[in-house]
């Protein structure tokens, strides 16, 4: 498996710290709790600093002046096909750990 690079890197734990957001504040579940959430955030913002062009993210327009202290106004700064994408991703995380934790259960 290749190794992300620093960009590869803070683009995807921006989509993670988004989808988490979107399952949290719009769908009103949670998957993972607030410490672990709040790692991911001070992660992104450790891997910011060493991080060349940090603006070229897949959404840095999102994050661009993110400080790690909530995820509520993410969502509603997407472009509307950012939006419907992840989304459709959220909804699909929460599907299938619903469908795993069923599974558990058994």
């Known amino acids: 498996m290749a190794k992300l690079s620093n960009l590869e890197r803070c683009s995807f734990l921006q989509r993670k710290i988004i989808i988490n957001s979107i399952i949290y504040y719009e769908l009103n579940e949670s998957l993972m709790s607030d410490q672990k959430f709040?790692?991911?955030?001070?992660?992104?913002?450790?891997?910011?600093?060493?991080?060349?062009?940090?603006?070229?993210?897949?959404?840095?327009?999102?994050?661009?002046d993110f400080d790690g202290s909530t995820g509520f106004h993410l969502y509603h700064r997407l472009e509307d096909d950012d939006k419907e994408y992840l989304m459709h991703l959220a909804q699909h995380v929460l599907k299938m750990s619903k469908r795993e934790n069923r599974k558990n259960e058994k």
Do not use: A, H, P, W
């Open 38 to 64: 709040d790692k991911m955030c001070k992660n992104l913002l450790k891997g910011i600093q060493y991080t060349k062009n940090y603006e070229r993210s897949d959404y840095f327009y999102v994050f661009y």
